[in-house]
């Protein structure tokens, strides 16, 4: 498949607007093997600054694509599919798991990426307030579907989802591989690093939505503090221009919580390491993930974790962690109350946690993604 002295390779990167989507994509830019002679990039205004720093980027920016993944397929497509055929591509590579309405070119192969486990998530989209949500999230369901069967390739982030989004749309194993995230360097680096708060502190780093269950820490936060469980704040960090943000807010202000509750922006990627470093206890609460990467970042800094017990997180924080269930709001105060009397064990854990994802760094994630690319025939 190896054309004009290597491949071209095309990504459609309108999807990665925030957190995940572009950390997996500016990891594998990083390690991008010598293979391929050239790598153009779909993006839009907003996140076209993010690629601008590698050189062997070719980006084609997008104006306002639309601000739902399913509007920025939809205006994007024509333009992804005249693109194709101008640069003569040998891989067109989707992240956001879907494909231009019809047929590549017979010699482009495609590879789309199964990162968002909402659409098959039914429960999940229970927790959202807004039909237009729902709408989007079932739409999605059946364009990823498609896509994905039409795929020569697809590739899961964890075992949970092959497993789960294989049985809900009859997807064969054979054209699919599991590739976890990688954990970057930064996270791993031993160096010391300066507090960032001068109080003790309880961090919850995840963006403000439905699914990543505030409300329920709120409450069982509230617990803890009455009971006298913890002499410290609860910080929550994250992508906060949501609704559910300013329902946090309101029952903050509504329990009283105002001073031992601190809502925080999001972080800057290469500060985020010394926010789980200096933390007493480092929560996860969502019940909704694909491969979490804010888990693996958590794990990475050698502080005792508190993690939701629904799947997958089990598969990448293995006995390395306490678990709750996040709904069960007594869960969490009860692991606060364990806390007290056995915090030297969970501390115990904390050196497996970090070697476990030193183990699967963004090198070696990477050269498993574009090791299965080359492998297309």
Not at 308 to 319: H, I, L, R, V
Not at 330 to 340: K, P, S
Request: hydrophobic share 40%; proline share 6%; charged share 20%.
């Amino acid at each position: 498949m190896v054309s004009r002295g290597g491949q071209i390779l095309l990504v459609n990167a309108l999807s990665a607007r925030q957190g995940g989507g572009q950390t997996y994509l500016l990891n594998l830019f990083h390690n991008l093997p010598s293979e391929f002679s050239q790598c153009h990039v779909i993006c839009d205004s907003q996140n076209a600054a993010i690629f601008k720093n590698n050189q062997r980027l070719i980006l084609h920016i997008v104006d306002n694509p639309g601000r739902s993944s399913l509007m920025r397929f939809l205006t994007s497509f024509l333009r992804v599919s005249r693109l194709i055929r101008r640069l003569q591509a040998d891989v067109y590579f989707a992240p956001d798991g879907l494909l231009p309405f019809w047929p590549l070119p017979a010699k482009c192969r495609s590879v789309t990426v199964c990162q968002n486990m909402l659409p098959f998530s039914p429960k999940e989209l229970l927790r959202f307030r807004s039909w237009m949500t729902k709408i989007r999230l079932v739409t999605l369901f059946f364009l990823q579907a498609i896509s994905f069967h039409r795929s020569d390739l697809v590739i899961f982030i964890s075992f949970f989802a092959r497993e789960k989004v294989s049985k809900m749309i009859g997807l064969s194993f054979k054209k699919s591989i599991v590739v976890p995230h990688g954990i970057s360097d930064h996270f791993l680096d031993p160096a010391p690093t300066m507090a960032p708060f001068n109080f003790p502190y309880v961090l919850y780093v995840s963006s403000f939505m439905e699914y990543k269950a505030h409300l329920e820490v709120l409450q069982s936060w509230k617990t803890v503090v009455e009971r006298g469980l913890f002499d410290g704040k609860l910080v929550f960090m994250g992508h906060d221009l949501t609704d559910c943000a300013e329902r946090v807010r309101a029952e903050i202000a509504r329990q009283g919580l105002q001073e031992t509750v601190l809502v925080g922006s999001e972080t800057p990627y290469k500060d985020r390491p010394r926010f789980y470093r200096h933390a007493e206890v480092n929560l996860f609460a969502s019940s909704c993930e694909n491969c979490p990467n804010i888990l693996l970042e958590a794990l990475a800094s050698k502080r005792p974790v508190f993690c939701s017990s629904y799947d997958p997180m089990p598969e990448f924080a293995k006995s390395h962690v306490w678990y709750f269930n996040p709904y069960n709001t007594l869960d969490l105060v009860q692991l606060f109350e364990r806390y007290q009397e056995e915090k030297e064990h969970i501390m115990g854990l904390t050196d497996l946690a970090y070697e476990d994802v030193k183990s699967h760094p963004w090198e070696k994630a990477s050269q498993e993604v574009f090791t299965a690319i080359n492998g297309l025939s």
